[in-house]
């Protein structure tokens, strides 16, 4: 029979998981936006897309930093203030990530 897990224990466990997936999803907006500037000055064509994968970057870093202090802090109270604002930043930056595909993805084939 598995022991029981404490609610502290399980958001340790979530920001571990957090804080290096945001960092790695930092680099892919990065990479993204660095491929659109290309594309954009070949195509002579401007897109929303950049400018999305932007804002999702700090999405992502918000979502990092808040994960890793909430390592670093011993109060449980805080710890759970910023495992929420960890997780509220990590699923807006994945929904503004697929959102950031569809306009890749249409403004290219247009």
Do not use: K, W
């Not at 804002?55 to 979502?63: E, P, Y």
């Not at 109270?77 to 604002?85: D, F, G, S």
């Amino acid at each position: 029979m598995p022991l029981p897990i404490s609610r502290s224990e399980l958001d340790e466990r979530t920001c571990r998981l957090i804080c290096p997936i945001a960092a790695a999803m930092v680099g892919v907006c990065l990479t993204g936006i660095g491929i659109l500037q290309v594309t954009i000055s070949v195509a002579r064509r401007t897109t929303l897309a950049d400018d999305l994968l932007s804002i999702d970057a700090l999405l992502f870093l918000t979502a990092m930093l808040s994960s890793y202090f909430a390592l670093r802090l011993n109060s449980s109270r805080r710890l759970h203030r910023l495992e929420q604002l960890a997780d509220a930043s990590f699923i807006a930056g994945m929904l503004l990530t697929t959102i950031a595909c569809f306009v890749i993805t249409y403004a290219v084939h247009i």
